[in-house]
């Protein structure tokens, strides 16, 4: 028969393995207690307390609660082996953290890039008149423009646009399609080619043959937020 000293040492027997479960994961995660604290609002103290075992250690609404926290981590972990160890633990991340670290860095890199190019794009306006800017959909103007390239420059009208032979433009035609290719005189007057620099380029009607054109802009300023790298 157990005594009253053997029930409390069993306790605090199960209210250590439930700490050391606690710290298991808290490492898995790469989480300070005060990282924990300020992202999930669960005082550091409370998570010393389970994991020290003091006070009788992690309850079975603090399991429920530290469970949330897991799944928000993206960490399959069941109430029975927090609780008792009972089960397989939850030695992987579903997805690790490092990556989704790494994913917040990049998003955040991009995001400053957006910003930057904004800025950029802002002055350019400010200092030329008739601007235009536009983002490169294909490939049809590689290697000096690649799909994605953000671009700008200042357009040309009426016969101005005979000026701009052999230039690669951000063209928008009669019909209001705004493409980016090399300007050439067209077969009849007043009429434009608007050819592509890349032969390989697999898109239909990459070239276009005698368009009248609205408006030209040769490109004066480009920006690439990811540039390509060779390997």
């Known amino acids: ?8 040492k069993k306790q605090l027997n199960l209210a250590q393995q439930r700490g050391e ?28 307390n389970w994991e020290d075992a003091r006070h009788g250690g992690l309850t079975e609404k603090g399991a429920q609660r530290f469970i949330e926290v897991l799944k928000a981590e ?45 800025k950029e794009l802002t002055l350019f306006y400010e200092h030329n008149t008739n601007a235009v800017d536009f983002i490169i959909p294909d490939n049809a ?13 200042k357009r040309y009208f009426n016969e101005d646009i005979a000026k701009l032979i052999g230039h690669a433009c951000i063209t928008q035609t009669q ?26 380029a697999k898109q239909e009607d990459c070239d276009l043959y005698d368009v009248r054109i609205f408006s030209a802009a040769p490109i004066l300023w480009i920006r690439r937020a990811n540039p390509v790298t060779s390997s």
């Not at 157990?2 to 029930?7: A, H, P, S």
């Not at 590689?142 to 799909?147: H, K, M, N």
């Not at 090399?182 to 050819?195: C, E, F, H, N, V």
Request: hydrophobic residues 40%.
């Open 1 to 8: 028969m157990l005594t009253g000293e053997d029930t409390a």
């Open 21 to 48: 479960r606690l710290k298991r994961l808290r490492g898995l995660l790469r989480l300070s207690r005060k990282s924990m604290s300020e992202l999930y609002d669960i005082p550091a103290g409370t998570i010393q």
């Open 74 to 118: 993206k960490v399959d972990c069941k109430l029975e082996w927090l609780l008792f160890g009972i089960g397989n633990p939850p030695d992987q991340l579903t997805a690790s953290r490092d990556k989704r670290v790494a994913q917040k860095v990049e998003i955040n890199r991009e995001a400053k890039e957006l910003d930057n190019i904004a």
């Open 141 to 153: 103007m590689e290697p000096q423009f690649l799909s994605g390239d953000h671009v700008a420059g």
């Open 175 to 200: 019909t209001g399609l705004i493409i980016v290719r090399t300007l050439l005189l067209g077969s009849k007057p007043g009429q434009y080619d608007l050819i592509a620099v890349n032969k390989q």
